[in-house]
């Protein structure tokens, strides 16, 4: 008797363990908001600072579940990632091309910087200019994703400056964006406010603004 307990005492600490962890998928399983949950863990987190167990517990989700839901964590990154970018590009699709160049630009920062602006409610953080940079070097993936980010920022800073704008331009209004969406990830959030969007303009088409 006294060899039995020992070892059901030996054994409860690890089972108190077991049992505290999600066994499988909740009833009430949102695939979005959970999804939610694991791309703020990699904004949080990084990429290789996020373990299984960090997202698990973000989710709620055992790993078979979170596996069976999203794949590894891997497929989850590339998908918090893709995520990100189509969000990107419907918010660049409502741009009104027809407004005036001041507004145009302000709307086209307004835009590529949005997930990057600390303190809006519900806030999905991005991570494209954020945990994404440290793996581009080493994942071919990641870094084939990034140039699509790139490709978006200089077609809707095209179309903010107009199609005829020289190159240059373009490419500082573009560059401008990304650096601003960066600058966040180094705890100061960018503040469209503290750009005098004339003098940019002015200073992007002289002749123009």
Known sequence: MVTARADHESRSPSLSRESSRPRGRPRSFDSTATFVRIRRCFAQRGYSGTSLDDLASATGLARPSLYSAFGDKRAMFLRALDTEYGELCARFSCL??????????????????????????????????????????????????LGQFNAAFDAAARDALG???????????????????????????????????????????????
Do not use: H, K
């Open 96 to 145: 009104d091309e027809g407004a005036p160049l001041i507004l145009r630009v302000a709307a086209f920062l307004e835009a590529a910087t949005a997930g990057y602006r600390g303190g809006r409610p519900g806030q999905v953080v991005g991570i494209a200019f954020g945990a994404a940079l440290a793996e581009a070097a080493a994942n071919p993936e990641v870094r084939a994703r």
């Open 163 to 209: 199609r005829d704008a020289p190159s240059a331009a373009v490419s500082l209004l573009s560059a401008l964006a990304v650096s601003l969406c960066i600058r966040s990830r180094s705890n100061r959030p960018a503040s469209l406010a503290d750009l005098d969007m004339a003098a940019l303009a002015s200073l992007l088409l002289p002749r123009r603004a």
